[in-house]
Every structure is written in C-alpha cells, then in structure tokens.
C-alpha cells in the first residue's frame, strides 16, 4: 500500500494549477486515475490522482502533509496515457490543466457539492422539545427529515428551510446535523463507470469484422493501403501524409485500412473538418462496418455522448468517426488516427485547450505506438514541409478513380468586366456557362468565401489591393475611426480616394454575402431552382443534409455556398463550379491567405466532373495574375509549395518559427488598450534580460484584433514569434507575471494561443 499520493487539483484558478502531494489514510485504498476529494487552502475540492508514491520528492515534508479525504470511485477512472496526455495537452496549449483534464476525460465534469444530513429523528424527545424551545429550528430539522433522500444540498436545505448561517452552524454545534461532501454524477455517469470497471470486452486476435466487400481498389489506391500498412506493421509511432488529388478515392483507402487494422484486433479513429459532415461519412462506413462504427462530437448531448463512450471503453464500438473533439475517444486498442482534409482550419479549436487535432493524434500514436494518417489533396505546408525534410511518410495518388479528370479552369478579370460595362457580381463568361448547365440538364455550385468582418480596399481597375508595408497583409478597413488597421504590427493609413497604384477613382470597400448572390442570380434566372449554402442556412441539425438531398436529388439546378461545399461533397450531375470572387480570402489580413486561396480553389474545383462527364470551374477575380491563383487554376501544389515556402521563410513565418498569441478583453476600449500596452511594455522589459535579448524572439504589436468588439467585449492582441516553443512560452508566462502585478491588469481577460491558424 502506498503511503503518499500525487493529487491534480480540478480547480480553474491559474495560481492553484499544479499537482500537489497528500498522504494517504490507511482506510483508503487508492489507485492511480481515482478522482478523490481533497483540502486545498479553505476548501474541498476534487482532485485526480496521477501518481502514487512511498516516498516523497525532495523537499517535501510529510508532517505538513493534509491527507486524501474521501474516494469519489472504487474503480481507477482515467488510463493513465490520458491523464499523461491531458499533462501534455495543459502545457503545450498554455492552459489550466483541470481545462485539459475536462476535454481528455467528460466524466470529470461531475461537481462536489455540501449536504446536510440529520443525525436525529422527529421522534426524539430531544427534538419534539425544540417545538417550544426553538421554533426556527425546530422548523429546520423537520424539513430536514423529510427530505426523500434524508438529506439536502447546503444551498437548497438554506433556501427551503428560511433559517440562516448562524443557525445552521448552531445545529451543526449542538449535533443535530452534519455536513457531508458529496460527489454528484447522473446516471450516464454510472454507466460509464461500470463499463471502466469491466474492461472491453472484444477479443483482440483475428477478429472478423468487415462485411463482404463489393468494390475493388485501384492500383494507386493499393499502392497506399500497403504503404500505411508497412508503418502500421513497424510498430512504432509513425505520421503518413497521403497527399491525393480531389476524387482520387482517398476515402476509401481509409475504408482498407480499417478494415485491416479491426482484423488485426485494433481500434480506429477517423476525424473529418466539420461537424455537418460525420453522418454521410459515417453512412458510408456502416455500410461495411456496421454497428461497430459510433459519431461522437460536441454537438451531441451529454446523455448520449456518456452513453457512447460507455459503448468505446466497453468494446462495443470500435471505429469513431468524428470531429475533432473525437481525437480524444478511449478506444482500448487504438491504432490508427486518419485526419481527412487534414489541412482544414476547423481541427484547430477555438476554445480553451486550443488544441489541434493532429497534434493531439500525432501524441496519442506516440503513447500507443501507433500511425497518423494525414489525407488531403491540399496539405498543410506543416505537413508538406514535414514530408520534404524526411520527418513524416508521404504517398501520393495522383489520378482520379474512374473515367473522370480533373476539371478545366478558367479565370476570369473582373477589371475587364468592369471595363466592358458589366457591373455585374457574374462575369459574362459564367453567366453563358450557367447558361449552358441549364440547357443540358445538369448542375452547377457557386462559392463565396463570406467573411464579412474582413473588408479590405481594392481597385477595380487595375487589382491592387492596399497592404501593410511592414507585413505584406492586407489592410482592413474599420468603420469606426475611418481607417484601415493592420492586424499584426497595427501600422494604420486612411483610406485612399483613388488608387495608389494607378489612380483610378473605382477603388471601393470589398466584402460580399452568399445571400446577395443569391438574390442576384434569382433575378438573373427568375424560373431557376436555387439553394443556398451556408452558416444561416445550416443552423438547425438536420439543415445541411437536408439541403444537400435536395441538390442530390436535382430539386436545385444551382447551389449558392460557402467553404462548406468544399468539403467532402460528391454530385455526379455538377459539371460547373463558379469562384465568385477569390480575392475574399486572398486579401484576408493573415499570413495564410494565399495558402487558404489556393486550398480553397482547389477543394471547390474538385466538386466539378467527379464523375463521366467532364468538368469546368470559373474563377472570378481581381488579381488574375496572383500565383495562388494561377498555381489553382493549373492544379499545381508543388509549384505553390516551394514558391510560399520561401515567403514564410523570408517573413519568418511558421513552418520556420512558432507563434503565441495573447488576446486581451475587457468591457471597456480605453482599458483594453491601456492593458495591451502595459503587456506589450511589460515583454519588451523581457526582451533586455540576457536569456531573451540575443535571441530570434520578435514582439508584434499591440494591436487591434480582427473582430475588435465581440459580445460586449473589446479585444486587443499581442503576438510573439521564435524559433524554439519552449523558450517562447517561457518568455509569455514571465510577461504576464510581470503584466498581472500592475493595476493595468486589473479586469483584463487574457486568452492565450499556441499557433493559431487565423489573424
């Protein structure tokens, strides 16, 4: 029996977040992954016990050691790579660990909460004297005891019984009542518990799982199978980037794969971007897999989602398919982590742990030995540049499945569109080949990246677009004040009246909405079916499949999106895709603009000929000479790696350098900006000690965020970027130290993240 026990503290307080050390009473049997009550400072709090121990670290005195109060499970709760992983998960992302231990582990989520419960009857002597004695509590103790459970919470028992502090402290003095902790759980709860206590279930050697395959793959798509499956067989960590182009059947490579690896007794996870798209990919592996295959994401309720992981520990289900958040199932036998469309921002999570998924997997595989599988037709220049330098497998498929290819590209200058009258937001040439579509039955999608936040000035006669002369980021323009702001290094100009560039007067404030295009091209083709594609369209669960049946269906000629229509979307009846104007997502005020462009191009393109007949893609744009734009156009990602990759080389942008952000909130302006300063000065004092001063670290900003007011809040950011991660988070925790002991701190909200994917 162990004597000490090494206690994480589940409290959101950043001074108390750190593991601390408890001796053991010897009526407690504990196990490492038990969530125990503790003392901490005045209070009792829950903890998770990470470690066990007969002798204590150097420096710790076990005289004044409090002890574990209570057990709140008999049976040891979180596997212990989990509780490692949430460790990582609190450090690498610069959060609170009991934030990290909520995200790995939902069955943490139970709270502590103080009882009364009475020690006497109502027929005690004693108590039926108290009728005449005390009334007010007299009138306690009866409703006290007759409480159904004979017991009420502290707050409740305050409230029903109208008595005071003072009177409860003097029941409790004169033992008639007594407090107790207890640890509230629901009965999800309970039955994933009692699936931890039995263990999985599923053997582990020669499973037969896949049902009867009725499809052949081919010599490409076999290529990949055996390529990953060599990794799998090494039996050690490893990451695959299957670098495929857009039908090239990337989807059913993952479909192999985890067939094989359930054969060989194994566990699988499979993450898609968005949340919309977990049912129709899950449709399709049920086909195959049947009940074995379970969605998880945080858009399901709490009740079914305990219920789900009940049946993941229990081995009842053993291929998850999810977003990201899925990352995280307690598969028993994991072996496989596959990331589709891994280059999409949505694996990032906004909220604290600011995780990404393909890092929390590429963790995961390092814990269990397993492979990452990264696919996409457009990775991540992360994940390019990785494959390039030999730090992660690469496999490329190169040709569409079938008799379908690549669709022809066209690119149209709305400067001369412009110049020829059409003031139109559809250039002539997609109008003629929507046109087209229309006459021969068949179906056409047209994109608008909709930021509308992001407006940016540009010139319609000649493309330019005004840019920071520091950063090389587009401007963007706020209404309030009347000027465009960089995000990054806040450099600020007004507006200009004509064009710097080449002085016209049509130089205007660029931002368009999917509705107006929508409403656009009903007045264009009054008698045409129209559906539309987006946030405000999609808000109830079943509104995105629901829209895309009708389109599958053929209700619709033309479907009118955002980026959701670049996901994972397949219409054998579309042979026309329309960019409506690149430039949205071109001049975004962040340094992956041009790598969002060409990704996004290239997504949307891939909708268009994905089956025998052939396909075009039309995209309207400004800047037609921009390499992003032509490297799209000619399906050319190497091209557009090497070339971008020497601009964040030059910038000193991630891949070569590590980014931490700090966004600051609070009510009022003035004190969003008197506390950005303040921690801006406050890093700056960081910069002239000599650990930080003769390093790569550089200081960007304080400056405005993108969105500068968000629900009542002002927000302001600071960014700071190096070489080394560990160095530059040491270098942020010494500013905020520094920043937290002035009274500029005072009220100021700080979020704080690791490489984020947006401005």
């Known amino acids: 029996m162990f004597r000490y026990a090494e206690v994480l503290v589940d409290v959101a307080n950043r001074r108390l977040d750190q593991s601390y050390h408890y001796s053991i009473p010897e009526h407690l049997s504990i196990k490492s992954g038990m969530r125990v009550l503790i003392p901490l400072q005045n209070r009792k709090v829950q903890g998770l016990v990470v470690n066990l121990m007969n002798h204590l670290p150097e420096g710790l005195d076990s005289i004044n050691l409090k002890p574990v109060l209570e057990i709140a499970e008999r049976d040891s709760l979180v596997p212990e790579d989990l509780i490692e992983l949430a460790q990582w998960l609190a450090q690498t992302t610069v959060c609170s660990v009991a934030q990290s231990l909520h995200t790995v582990w939902p069955l943490l989520k139970g709270k502590v909460e103080e009882w009364i419960v009475p020690l006497a009857t109502m027929e005690d002597t004693d108590i039926q004297a108290l009728q005449w004695l005390d009334s007010e509590a007299f009138r306690a103790l009866t409703v006290l005891n007759r409480a159904r459970k004979k017991a009420i919470p502290l707050k409740t028992f305050l409230k029903r019984a109208d008595v005071t502090q003072g009177m409860l402290e003097k029941l409790l003095k004169q033992g008639w009542v007594k407090k107790e902790v207890r640890f509230l759980t629901t009965r999800e709860d ?23 395959r009725t499809y052949e793959l081919t010599r490409e798509q076999s290529s990949a199978v055996q390529g990953v499956l060599s990794s799998l067989e090494e039996g050690a ?78 081995g009842n289900k053993r291929i998850v398919i999810g977003a990201r958040s899925a990352v995280f199932a307690p ?35 390092d814990q269990l030995k397993g492979v990452v599988l990264l696919g996409s037709a457009t990775p991540s220049l992360e994940a390019y540049a990785a494959a390039q330098s030999g730090k992660i497998r690469m496999i490329t498929m190169t040709s569409r499945i079938g008799k379908s290819v690549l669709p022809t590209v066209e690119i149209v200058d709305m400067r001369e569109e412009l110049r020829q009258g059409n003031r139109s937001i559809f250039s002539l040439t997609l109008q003629q080949k929507l046109q087209e579509r229309l006459v021969r039955g068949e179906q056409a999608m047209l994109f608008l990246n909709r930021r509308g936040y992001s407006t940016f000035v540009i010139c319609r006669d000649c493309g330019y677009v005004v840019s920071c002369s520091n950063c090389e980021i587009a401007l963007t323009y706020h209404t309030q004040g009347q000027a465009m702001r960089c995000h990054y290094c806040d450099h600020q100009e007004l507006p200009p009246h004509t064009c710097p560039n080449c002085k016209s007067r049509f130089i205007r404030f660029f931002g368009q909405g999917t509705q107006r295009v929508e409403e656009e091209l009903q007045g264009l083709l009054p008698e045409v079916p129209i559906l539309r594609l987006d946030f405000d369209t999609t808000r109830s669960a079943e509104g995105h499949n629901i829209i895309l049946n009708k389109f599958r269906r053929q209700e619709a000629s033309i479907l009118v999106g955002t980026q959701m229509m670049a996901k994972g979307l397949d219409f054998p009846n579309v042979t026309l895709v329309g960019v409506i104007a690149a430039d949205q997502t071109l001049n975004m005020p962040d340094f992956r603009a041009r790598e969002r462009t060409f990704q996004l191009l290239t997504q949307v393109a891939g909708r268009a000929g994905r089956s025998t007949k052939p396909g075009e893609v039309v995209i309207q744009t400004y800047s037609p000479h921009d390499s992003a734009i032509l ?58 000690e000599p650990k930080f001063g003769n390093t790569d670290l550089d200081i960007l900003g304080p400056a405005p965020a993108v969105l500068v007011r968000l629900r009542n809040q002002w927000r302001w950011q600071i960014s700071v970027k190096g070489k080394r991660q560990d160095l530059l988070r040491e270098f942020l925790h010494q ?23 947006s401005s």
Not at 195 to 210: L, R
Not at 289 to 296: A, K, N, S, T
């Open 190 to 212: 309970s039955s994933l518990k009692q699936s931890i206590a039995e263990g999985p279930k599923h053997e582990t050697k020669n499973v037969e799982t896949s049902r009867d």
């Open 237 to 314: 960590s490893q990451t695959v980037l299957l670098h495929g182009v857009t039908g090239s059947g990337k989807t059913a490579v993952y479909r192999e794969l985890i067939a094989q690896v359930l054969a060989q007794g194994g566990d699988a996870i499979l993450l898609v971007p968005e949340i919309s798209l977990t049912s129709q990919v899950a449709r399709y592996f049920e086909s195959q897999f049947g009940e074995q295959v379970i969605i998880l994401h945080s858009g399901i309720r709490q009740r079914d989602k305990m219920k789900a992981w009940a049946d993941i520990v229990s």
């Open 331 to 365: 598969l028993p036998n994991l072996r496989l982590i596959i990331l589709d469309e891994e280059h999409d921002g949505a694996y990032k999570q906004d909220e604290n742990p600011k995780y990404h998924a393909r890092d929390v997997a590429r963790k995961r595989m």
């Open 631 to 688: 490297r799209a156009s000619h399906h050319d990602f190497e091209g557009f790696f090497w070339e971008e990759i020497r601009y964040r080389k030059e910038r000193k942008y991630p891949p070569y350098t590590h980014i931490l952000r700090v966004l600051l909130l609070h009510e009022k302006e003035d004190r969003v900006i008197k506390g950005a300063n303040e921690l801006g000065a406050c890093l700056q004092q960081g910069m002239r």
């Open 735 to 757: 500013g905020v130290q520094r920043f937290f002991r002035s009274s500029a701190s005072n009220g100021i909200i700080l979020n704080i993240e690791v490489d984020p994917l």
